[in-house]
C-alpha cells in the first residue's frame, strides 16, 4: 500500500526528494530494535513551497497509527481496563517495561515541562495529554494540581497508565466527537505531532474543544540542528513511525494556520541514565562496542547516574488559541 499525499502543512504537490531510504531488514529476520538503524516509511522529500520536510509517498504503515485504538483481535473490555495482569504476555509488555525502567528520569522531564508550561498559564484547570502513553506526564500534571485526562490509541500504554497510576485515560485516536468544544484549558502532545498523517486537521480539533484563550504546548523532534546536518538521514528523528519532520519555524506556522498564537518556543534538555544514553550509541557504534561500554559501567557502578543532555534536536512549542 502506498499514500501519497500533497504537503501536510501548505497542501502544495511540489517537493524534492531528499533521500530515499534504505531497505529495512526482512521482517522473518530477528532484530534487536536498540541496535537497528533509522529507517523512515518511506522517501524523504522537502517542500518547495513550505520548507516542511515529509514522507512522501508513505510505504509501509507498520508502525503508523492512522485510526485507533490498537485493539487488533483482542476483547474490547481492554478499552477500559485498568488491570495490569492484561498487558502480560502481550507484545507490548517489554516495550511498557523498558519504559518505566527509566521513571525517575521521565518524572524530572515531565515535572521540567511543567514548569515551562507554568509560566504561560498561571491557573490549573483541565488538562489533556494527547498521546499520554503510559502516563508518567499526566500523572505528574494530576499531582500539581491540574484536573488531568489522556488519549492514547494504544491499549496496552492505556491499560497501564489506569492501572499503575488511576488517571483517566481514553483508549482511541483523536477524533472530533472524543471531547466536548471548549472543555479544556490545557493540551498537550509530547513527541505526537511527527506521526500523524494529517496534522492539520488533528490541530483543527485540538483548536476545537480547547476553551478560548487556551493553551496547545507540542513538542517534536527538531532537524533544524547542527546533529541532523552532519548525520543526516542517518539521524535518529528518521524512523519508520515519523511521517512529517518539523523545524521550529514550520511547526510554528502549523500552530498559526490552524488558529494559535506562539507564545513560547524552547528547546528542552533531557535527563537519563548514562545506560539508556548508551541504548542510543549502540545504534551507530554497533553492539560489540556497545557492550564493552556497558561493562565499562557496571563496573565503575555509574550506570544509573543521571545526565542532562540538550542537543537542541527537539524543539517545544506553547501557543495560545486566537
Known amino acids: 500500500m502506498l499514500l501519497s499525499r500533497p504537503c501536510p ?6 517537493a524534492r526528494l531528499w533521500f530515499d531510504p534504505p531497505a529495512p ?64 504476555d502481550n507484545p507490548e509488555e517489554p516495550v511498557i517495561e523498558a519504559y518505566m525502567s527509566e521513571l525517575e528520569s521521565k518524572q524530572v522531564n515531565a515535572r521540567n515541562a511543567l514548569a515551562r508550561l507554568h509560566t504561560v498559564s498561571k491557573t490549573r484547570g483541565r488538562l489533556l495529554d494527547i498521546g499520554c502513553y503510559c502516563g508518567v506526564f499526566l500523572n505528574e500534571a494530576v499531582q500539581q494540581g491540574w484536573e488531568g485526562e489522556g488519549l492514547e490509541p494504544s491499549v496496552m500504554h492505556a491499560i497501564h497508565a489506569r492501572g499503575r497510576f488511576g488517571l483517566r485515560v481514553v483508549t482511541d485516536s483523536l477524533r472530533d466527537s472524543t471531547f ?34 487556551g493553551l496547545v504546548m507540542i513538542e517534536a523532534p527538531n532537524i533544524d540542528n547542527l546533529w541532523v546536518r552532519v548525520m543526516g538521514s542517518r539521524h535518529r528523528h528518521f524512523v519508520d513511525d515519523h511521517v512529517s519532520y518539523f523545524t521550529p519555524r514550520t511547526l510554528a506556522i502549523l500552530l498559526s494556520r490552524a488558529g494559535f498564537q506562539p507564545q513560547k518556543i524552547f528547546y528542552p534538555a533531557r535527563t537519563l541514565r548514562l545506560a539508556h544514553l548508551l541504548q542510543w550509541v549502540g545504534r551507530y557504534t554497533g553492539r560489540a562496542l556497545k557492550n564493552r561500554l556497558d561493562r565499562g559501567l557496571s563496573l565503575a557502578h555509574i550506570e544509573s547516574n543521571m545526565l542532562r543532555v540538550n542537543l537542541h534536536d527537539i524543539v517545544t512549542i506553547i501557543a495560545q488559541k486566537t
Open 25 to 88: 531488514p526482512p521482517s522473518s529476520e530477528p532484530c534487536d530494535y536498540a541496535f537497528q538503524p533509522p529507517v523512515p516509511p518511506g522517501p524523504v522529500v522537502r517542500c518547495r513551497a513550505c520548507g516542511l520536510v515529509y514522507v512522501n509517498p508513505i510505504q509501509r504503515f507498520g508502525l503508523i497509527i492512522q485510526d485507533g485504538p490498537t485493539l487488533c483481535d483482542r476483547p474490547p473490555r481492554l478499552l477500559d481496563s485498568a488491570d495490569l495482569s492484561d498487558i502480560r
Open 180 to 213: 466536548l468544544p471548549e472543555y479544556f484549558d490545557v493540551v498537550t502532545a509530547f513527541q505526537v505531532i511527527e506521526h500523524l498523517v494529517e496534522p492539520v486537521k488533528a490541530l483543527a480539533i485540538v483548536h476545537r474543544i480547547l476553551k478560548p484563550g
Open 9 to 14: 502543512l501548505c497542501g502544495q504537490n511540489d
